[in-house]
């Protein structure tokens, strides 16, 4: 019994000394060894020998990248603070453990210091707008001076970003109220080119519209003066002369008029006068006015023509009462053919 508790005691002094002679480093790590209180040597990842009580770990330094998140507040140059959020990745050079290990009591402590000063150096030189556009610029800014500064302690900065912009609740929301009026203007000027094309589409749909109404009447009166062109030709052929062609034509058409508004039971129109002798009186009307506008026409360009050279207002005369005469020569002329008849 004694001989086991002997052997046991024994095996864990030997384990006690063999960990005392041995230690570890973890990979992507630099263990720093000190003999004697002076600086020894840099151990990296493995299983490692050191000399118990002589030699000493000092201290352990991650190789991996890190992030350190700096919160700046600060101003811009159109005196509006806010808050901006700096991250940078950094890593300790394989190189330069010993500079980072021994130059700096806190390498966090001395990144944010850096960082301060740059951002509070750059953002104070834009205004908002600019700070929001031009973000990369600061991130650069920050990059450059602490890779500089950084590099002589052993750090090695990889990247620097502006993860993030907080202006003052009160500014951010009337930036809100500026980017919802400018949208609303032109959400404005698009409804209004809208309602414009609306009004220029339905114009020209009706000018379109008017067009093909007129050409449609144009096209219909064209066809009815053929037709009676040609009724007055059959007419003649029979031995009926033009003008007793014509009021027989005006009969018929004022016949076929009145036959159409008695289809028509609810109809309130009343045509006046309504017996066949208006007829000839309308026709005869008709062929009083055609003849005097020829006329008209004819004294006008005979006038002009012998007139030419003298006095325009006595050309004026002279035509007015030209006209007036010749008119009053085919009225009577055709009311006496009229009385003959």
Same mark, same amino acid.
């Given at each position: ?17 063999? /960990? ?8 992507? @790590? ?18 490692? +020998? ?13 190789? *991996? ?14 005196? +509006? ?20 290990? /021994? ?21 104070? *030189? ?90 449609? @009447? ?7 003066? *053929? ?40 109809? =309130? ?15 005869? =009307? ?56």
């Amino acid at each position: 019994m004694i001989g086991i508790i002997f052997y046991l005691i024994l095996f864990f002094l030997v384990i006690s000394l063999f /960990y005392s002679f041995v230690f570890i480093v973890n990979q992507e @790590t630099a263990a720093i060894v000190e003999r004697m209180g002076k600086f020894h040597s840099v151990r990296n990842a493995g299983l490692n +020998v050191k000399i118990p009580i002589i030699d000493n770990i000092v201290g352990r330094l991650i190789l *991996k990248i890190q992030q350190l998140d700096v919160l700046v507040d600060t101003k811009t140059k159109d005196n +509006v603070f806010v808050k901006v959020k700096i991250s940078v990745q950094f890593k300790v050079i394989r190189d330069k453990v010993y500079e980072a290990f /021994y130059k700096l009591d806190n390498s966090h402590t001395q990144i944010t210091s850096y960082i301060f000063d740059v951002v509070r150096a750059e953002v104070p *030189k834009m205004k908002l707008d600019d700070v929001f556009e031009r973000k990369d610029s600061i991130a650069l800014a920050v990059k450059g001076e602490l890779g500089e500064s950084m590099l002589n302690y052993g750090y090695s900065i990889i990247k620097a970003l502006v993860t993030d912009l907080d202006p003052d609740e009160q500014v951010r929301l009337a930036m809100n109220r500026i980017n919802t009026a400018e949208r609303e203007k032109v959400s404005a000027q698009y409804k209004a080119e809208a309602e414009r094309i609306k009004i220029v589409s339905k114009a020209r749909a009706e000018a379109e519209s008017k067009k093909l109404q007129g050409k449609g @009447t144009a096209d219909q009166r064209r066809e009815i003066a *053929k037709g009676i062109l040609e009724s007055v030709e059959v007419l003649s052929n029979v031995g009926i002369n033009p003008q007793e062609a014509s009021a027989l034509l005006v009969v018929t058409q004022h016949y076929d008029t009145l036959q159409a508004m008695g289809k028509e039971g609810n109809s =309130n129109l009343i045509l006046m006068p309504n017996h066949p002798a208006s007829a000839h009186e309308m026709l005869n =009307n008709m062929i009083t006015s055609f003849n005097i506008s020829n006329k008209i026409n004819e004294t006008i360009k005979k006038n002009i023509k012998n007139n030419n050279n003298k006095n325009n207002d006595n050309n004026k005369n002279v035509v007015v009462k030209n006209i007036n005469d010749e008119k009053n020569n085919i009225i009577n002329n055709h009311h006496g053919n009229n009385r003959k008849n």
